[in-house]
């Protein structure tokens, strides 16, 4: 897949947006925190197989989370229910977000990275969708999509993202894993991906600079790795992340 088609595709799904008004049976929107709180709330409690979710701001601050959920917090769904989410690299830099992403991966869910997510969505099954704006820091004007071909846009759109995405895996154990590869060592590399400095990852590891040098330059041995994108694109092929 190349950006251009996810590109097409995103332009396709923003077209949404210009059929406010319109009689559309397939169409519904939530207006206002405690609105969009419950269409949310009601919707993944009707999930039976499959969630799905695009995320492309920080988890401690805008969208959703003022209506009390996340893709990445505490969901009201059935036992069984998968989770695959793709989230923007920049949530991985954020402070917090390291250990709550690698958390999530460890108990299950399919989360992968990648930079410039330019949506953010809530797919149920193959039924139902909902749809914030990028850059609705209120999160408070939310589409509610029924099954219709504007879901099956929005399915396309997920789709072209999630084959984008690097995935991040949850092989994470106290000390080593099998890979030899430490808690502290995959969040380094995950930051590594999200394209964050050695500055900003020794000070949101709590680490010194000259430590978090020496272990990329150990990390990128191992990984074959000349360049900091090559580390986080064969840690990422190895399941590292």
């Known amino acids: 897949m190349l950006w251009s088609e996810g590109a097409e595709l995103v332009a396709r799904l923003a077209a949404l947006f210009e059929l406010r008004g319109t009689d559309n049976p397939g169409l519904r929107e939530f207006r206002g925190c405690t609105a969009v709180a419950t269409g ?5 409690r009707g999930a039976t197989r499959l ?3 695009v995320r492309c701001s920080s988890l401690d601050e805008i969208g959703w989370v ?6 990445m917090s505490p969901i009201p769904a059935a036992g069984g229910v998968k989770f695959q989410v793709v989230l923007d690299t920049a949530v991985a830099c954020a402070t917090g977000e390291t250990a709550r992403l690698l958390d999530r991966a460890a108990s299950g869910w399919q989360v992968r990275l990648l930079h410039g997510v330019p949506v953010e ?37 997920f789709h072209t993202l999630w084959s984008l995405a690097a995935p991040v895996t949850g092989h994470i154990v106290m000390g080593l894993d099998d890979d030899g590869i430490t808690e502290q060592d995959r969040a380094l590399l995950v930051m590594l991906a999200a394209g964050a400095t050695d500055v900003l990852i020794a000070e949101k590891l709590d680490l010194g600079l000259r430590t978090v040098q020496r272990r990329l330059q150990v990390l990128s041995g191992r990984l074959g790795a000349r360049t900091r994108f090559q580390a986080g694109l064969n840690a990422a092929k190895r399941g590292w992340l």
């Open 40 to 44: 949310l709330t009601d919707a993944l």
């Open 51 to 53: 969630v799905r979710a």
């Open 66 to 71: 003022r209506t009390g959920l996340t893709p």
């Open 121 to 157: 969505m809530v797919l149920i099954d193959d039924n139902a969708a909902l749809l914030a704006r990028k850059g609705d820091a209120a999160a408070e004007h939310v589409w509610f999509v029924r099954s219709s071909p504007l879901l099956e846009i929005m399915i396309d759109v």
